[in-house]
């Protein structure tokens, strides 16, 4: 059976490691081991489900374009986590101990790149379609019916999940063939953002803040003392001024 496995592109350190793991990474390792996952389901899945050859869809999870950027196959099977036993490790589980190991991964082998990375956003808007795109039919009905179906539109936050043979052919010749990107509805330029305001912590652990200075007008003629006229400066308070959404991040372990 195919899988889908997500990882976190975007940096982000956690006891002072970079958590990140991008399709770049990976294929530079050509094969890594997948560990830091501690969810039981996913833990379970592949201790128990994923095989030797297995296929997998690589996935670029919490960023600003996810999709599936690459193919990949298990290389090896489930083995015990011995990240968890590591204190320096970002999720090490005092809870867990090499007699009694409560977290398993996999290895996983990069096979190679899509050229046209199918996107969440494609593939949820396919799942929102009554029929089969005239642009995409080289995928099929059955195709296009297992991507409708695809967890990834209805249990999309486990990182580790299944993927029924028929999605995963249809995800790959979205990926190589690519002629789905017209399908998705077109995007508006970029918003000027407010003046004063800054980027929120890409974190999502903070607002962000505004500080604008007051802006006082002098236009008046400053020739003498008494001709001298100084308006009200106008000040804009902080929280006047909207604020974005934090970022969320997943906590996939560049090894």
């Given amino acids: 059976m195919p899988w889908l496995m997500k990882a976190e592109p975007d940096s982000r350190v956690v006891k002072g490691k970079d958590v990140k793991f991008s399709v770049d990474d990976f294929e530079k390792l050509g094969v890594s081991q997948w560990d830091g996952v501690r969810n039981h389901e996913a833990k379970k899945i592949m201790k128990e489900k994923m095989k030797l050859g297995d296929k997998v869809l690589f996935y670029h999870s919490n960023t600003k374009v996810p999709g599936v950027f690459a193919i990949a196959e298990v290389a090896r099977e489930g083995y015990p986590d011995y990240t968890a036993w590591d204190e320096s490790h970002p999720y090490f589980d005092a809870k867990t101990s090499k007699d009694s190991p409560t977290w398993f991964m996999v290895d996983v082998r990069f096979i190679e790149r899509l ?141």
Avoid: C
């Avoid at 010749?173 to 918003?191: A, H, I, R």
């Avoid at 999502?204 to 400066?233: C, F, I, N, Y």
């Fill in 115 to 255: 050229t046209h990375p199918p996107t969440l956003a494609l593939i949820k808007h396919l799942a929102s379609l009554p029929t089969l795109p005239d642009e995409i039919s080289f995928i099929g009905q059955g195709g296009f019916e297992a991507i409708k179906a695809m967890q990834l539109v209805n249990r999309g936050r486990l990182s580790v999940q299944p993927v029924e043979q028929a999605a995963y052919d249809a995800v790959v010749l979205l990926g190589t063939q690519g002629g789905w990107e017209e399908l998705l509805p077109k995007t508006g330029g970029k918003k000027q953002a407010p003046r004063g305001k800054r980027k929120a912590d890409v974190n999502g652990d903070s607002e962000a803040k505004a500080e604008v200075k007051p802006q006082v007008d002098h236009s008046e003629p400053l020739g003498k003392e008494e001709q001298r006229k100084t308006k009200k400066a106008r000040v804009v308070k902080a929280e006047d001024l909207p604020v974005p959404d934090g970022v969320r991040r997943s906590k996939r372990t560049k090894r």
